[in-house]
């Protein structure tokens, strides 16, 4: 059951030096249906902050251009003398902004990103968990139960901002929602943290996409929340999640299941699990043993679906063995850049795809048998896959 109040991992974590080497990132998924033609959209919603303390007032953007070098040397780079090949004319700064990012999973994906100075993120009220609250803008915001905001970005704001790393477009949203499958504990590493705080998170309200209203409903949102903190991203970083589960033995849509697999932790995944009531749970900070393989590679689809790449999960301790394997279409998956805390244009590029299809197969271990409990289709699945890039200078 989702918890009575707001948890403390949902609240602003960046304390200390946190506050100075380190980031903080919420993170929805919501699925809607067009007013009008009843096509359905995958949209995603991201609120990130990096090293809030280091500029609160001014937003830092570690990809925007700064050329570093008096008129003198600027005019033998013109030239293009024997001298202008030893200078560094970039100077390289660690970033200190909030951006709030919102789009869509699916072919042809985009997302738009606004940014904005740290001091504009407001974390300490109890009624909500984040507030957002620019000088000239409606803001958005974020409570226990309730979300809502506004991301826009012009082709004039890309010519004059290509440091914004993003699209085009507009997206708002207004969702109330629960979340009748979360997780707990919350993964604790040295440099990173994961909390999925809604693995099933039933959302109600409406997304308006580049002016096209899309309906949520709690049946069809198959929603899920979660957040990640620390000093930089893992990587690899590996991510499946999902809430539309079928079961392949009854055929009945499963309304009290979801299942998140995240990491990579110390060579490990923690994969959550939740089956009708029942959580069958592998942590990878956690004294608890048992062995997890997992990968992520490209594989040949059908002829007319082209390359695809197939996750697959098997864990399995004294009790359980459990088995996943999703398969996504490169064509519906997309990349999306994350500036690092650390600076130097160190990016987590990550390819995200909202539409992945597979299946769950979960064991009982019985001596020296196995016991099926439950063999399920998954469909509209969150499939990520990312690593710590730096990019050219």
Avoid at 11 to 22: D, E, N, T, W
Wanted: contains cysteine.
């Amino acid at each position: 059951m989702a918890a009575s109040k707001i948890r403390r991992n949902e609240r602003l974590r960046l304390k200390g030096s946190l506050r100075k080497s380190g980031f903080d990132r919420w993170r929805f998924v919501v699925n809607g249906a067009s007013r009008v033609s009843g096509e359905e959209k995958t949209f995603f919603i991201e609120f990130y902050t990096v090293n809030p303390a280091l500029s609160p007032d001014e937003c830092v953007l570690g990809f925007k251009n700064r050329f570093n070098k008096s008129a003198e040397d600027f005019q033998y780079v013109l030239a293009g003398t024997d001298s202008a090949r030893s200078l560094e004319s970039q100077v390289f700064v660690t970033p200190s902004f909030l951006m709030v990012r919102a789009g869509v999973l699916a072919r042809g994906g985009v997302h738009m990103n606004s940014y904005y100075p740290a001091e504009a993120l407001l974390a300490k009220d109890k009624e909500h968990i984040i507030s957002v609250s620019p000088k000239n803008d409606g803001g958005c915001i974020l409570t226990e139960n309730y979300t809502a905001g506004s991301v826009k970005v012009t082709k004039a704001d890309l010519t004059e901002h290509p440091e914004f790393l993003g699209g085009t477009g507009s997206l708002s949203w207004k969702l109330r929602f629960s979340r009748p499958v979360s997780f707990s504990p919350d993964y604790h590493g040295k440099d990173t943290h994961w909390a999925c705080l809604g693995g099933k998170a039933d959302f109600a309200g409406s997304v308006v996409f580049n002016g096209e209203e899309f309906l949520v409903s709690p049946k069809n949102s198959f929603g899920y929340y979660d957040k990640n903190w620390g000093r930089d991203f893992s990587s690899p970083y590996f991510h499946l999640s999902s809430s539309n589960i079928t079961s392949a033995i009854s055929g009945k849509l499963l309304e009290r299941s979801a299942f998140a697999a995240q990491g990579e932790y110390r060579d490990k995944l923690s994969v959550l699990i939740s089956i009708e009531g029942k959580n069958i749970e592998f942590h990878a900070d956690r004294l608890k043993k048992f062995s997890v393989s997992y990968d992520c590679q490209e594989t040949a689809g059908a002829e007319d679906e082209g390359l695809k790449l197939h996750w697959s999960v098997s864990v399995h301790d004294r009790r359980h063995v459990v088995d996943i394997d999703i398969f996504c279409s490169t064509k519906d998956m997309f990349l999306r850049d994350f500036e690092s805390p650390c600076g130097g244009r160190k990016v987590m590029r990550v390819l995200a795809g909202g539409n992945g299809t597979g299946r769950i197969k979960i064991y009982r271990k019985m001596k020296k048998s196995l016991e099926l409990i439950e063999q399920a289709d998954i469909a509209k699945c969150v499939c990520e896959y990312g690593n710590l890039e730096t990019a050219e200078k």
